[in-house]
């Protein structure tokens, strides 16, 4: 006697009914709860009862208000025990969870910040999954595979669009700890991005082929589990990605490098900088905050910018007072004395002084107190190599949601204060733990 007893969820509770009658005065109704475990998840095994005076019996398995059949036990033959009969009931519970590092449950996942995962060079660390705190395992508890060693699941996720669904991947579990019915995947990280997504190394097979540890996905987006891997599903379960989805706004906008009465061009094409802005925004995964940007919007040099001799910004390499032209180019084109909302201008070049630089934010900490009201504009320049633009717009970004320099000289961190690299996995991608809460906590941050 075995019995499928499909459980949609863990998290509903669950019982066995068991009700017997045979002469009407040894009638017995009982409800049995099975014993949980310290996560408050049933423990599937077989559990035996003693059941008076049965002649008939049915027995039934409750789950969240919806009823099974329990195959009852058709052993029931010989001499009439009118005193007591037992009789067990195999109670296969399945269930697939989502659990986190420490193997606890979870409903939702984080994308990976790839934390502990570089060595000098940077290069990445074999076992780099092993060490992030965001990796996670998938359970699956089927006692009817007991002794078999081995479950296989499908798991694919789900965003909005197409861009960042991951294909289903077979991903196998072995069963933990031995003979239990309790199959436990290796650890895997939720990623934000073909690059990482892509990765491998000797711990790392090719994306999306049979035990793939890395799988892409979008914030806002879910992760599916399905049990088995092949034929009917008969058990899945969805995580929601992050745990606690927040905002951000930026108004993004590209100057032509003069007046378009005059034959001005856009410094940079529409499609480029929107490219970029969605590179931000896999960057940004990382720390569970979605850029919401609109634009962008093309704009002519206001009067008083001449992009002819570039935008200059500070006067001089040292100064600490933004430049009349950059105070006017804001004013006019983005919001005049006010830090509520973000504006991104893209420039054909950013004179520092005689020098140049990529990007540069109005960042408070950096700049005299009376340029307070022009914090939270950054400008960027034209280049279109990428993902180096992408990079640099969720790094000049980061200058302003952390109100903070280059803490680190590490390239593969986003804010290193060199040029910023664009070397596949162990590129300037990652945001830290400490960058994370700070964000997180930053005022237009929503
Ligand atoms: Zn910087």
Same mark, same amino acid.
Request: cysteine-free; aromatic content about 10%.
């Given at each position: 006697m075995r019995d499928a007893l499909r459980r949609r969820s863990a998290r509903h509770r669950a019982w066995l009914e068991v009700e017997a009658w045979g002469y009407p005065h040894l009638s017995a109704r009982g409800r049995w709860e099975p014993p949980k475990g310290a996560d408050g998840e049933v423990l599937p095994g077989v559990y035996r009862f003693q059941v008076r005076g049965v002649v008939q019996d049915k027995a039934r398995y409750v789950d969240g208000g919806r009823t099974?059949?329990?195959?009852?036990?058709?052993?029931?033959?010989?001499?009439?025990?009118?005193?007591?009969?037992?009789?067990?009931? %195999?109670?296969?519970?399945?269930?697939?969870d989502f659990l986190d590092a420490s193997k606890n449950p979870v409903s939702t996942l984080k994308v990976g910040k790839w934390e502990n995962a570089f060595?000098?060079?940077? !290069?990445?660390?074999?076992?780099?999954?092993?060490?992030?705190?965001? %990796?996670?395992?998938? %359970?699956?508890?089927?006692?009817? *595979? *007991? %002794? !078999?060693? *081995?479950?296989?699941?499908k798991l694919s996720t789900d965003s909005t669009g197409t861009d960042y669904d991951d294909d289903a991947t077979e991903i196998e579990r072995n069963e933990e700890p031995a003979n239990s019915g309790i199959f436990i995947s290796t650890n895997m990280l939720m990623v934000s991005d073909d690059v990482d997504d892509d990765f491998t190394n000797p711990n790392v097979v090719a994306d999306d082929t049979k035990n793939d540890r890395t799988h892409k996905i979008a914030l806002g987006g879910k992760v599916k589990v399905q049990y088995p891997e092949t034929g009917t599903v008969i058990c899945e379960e969805e995580a929601n990605v992050p745990p606690s989805l927040k905002a951000i706004d930026v108004n993004v906008i590209i100057l032509r490098d003069k007046s378009a009465a005059t034959g001005g061009v856009p410094v940079i094409a529409v499609a480029t900088v929107s490219n970029f802005w969605n590179i931000a925004k896999e960057r940004y995964a990382q720390v569970g905050v979605d850029i919401q940007w609109t634009g962008p919007t093309v704009e002519d040099p206001p009067a008083g910018v001449d992009l002819s001799d570039w935008l200059q910004v500070l006067d001089t390499s040292t100064s600490t007072v933004l430049s009349a032209e950059a105070k006017t180019l804001i004013s006019a084109v983005g919001t005049a004395n006010t830090t509520a909302d973000i504006h991104v201008f893209y420039v054909n070049r950013i004179a520092v002084g005689s020098s140049f630089a990529g990007g540069l934010a109005v960042a408070d900490f950096y700049f005299d107190e009376?340029?307070?009201?022009?914090?939270?504009?950054?400008?960027?320049?034209?280049?279109?190599?990428?993902?180096?633009?992408?990079?640099?717009?969720?790094?000049?970004? !980061?200058?302003?949601? !952390?109100?903070?320099g280059h803490p680190t000289a590490d390239t593969w961190r986003l804010m290193h204060g060199a040029v910023l690299t664009t070397t596949g996995a162990a590129g300037s991608r990652r945001l830290t733990a400490s960058e994370e809460t700070t964000i997180r906590g930053n005022s237009h941050v929503h």
């Open positions: 099974h059949a329990v195959e009852h036990p058709n052993s029931l033959d010989g001499p009439l025990n009118l005193s007591s009969l037992s009789f067990h009931a %195999r109670l296969t519970l399945l269930s697939v060595n000098a060079g940077p !290069t990445v660390k074999d076992n780099f999954i092993d060490l992030d705190p965001d %990796r996670f395992y998938v %359970r699956v508890n089927d006692q009817s *595979k *007991k %002794r !078999t060693g *081995k479950v296989s699941v009376s340029d307070d009201p022009f914090a939270y504009n950054m400008f960027i320049n034209s280049s279109t190599s990428s993902p180096w633009g992408g990079y640099a717009a969720a790094h000049e970004l !980061t200058h302003l949601t !952390t109100d903070a």
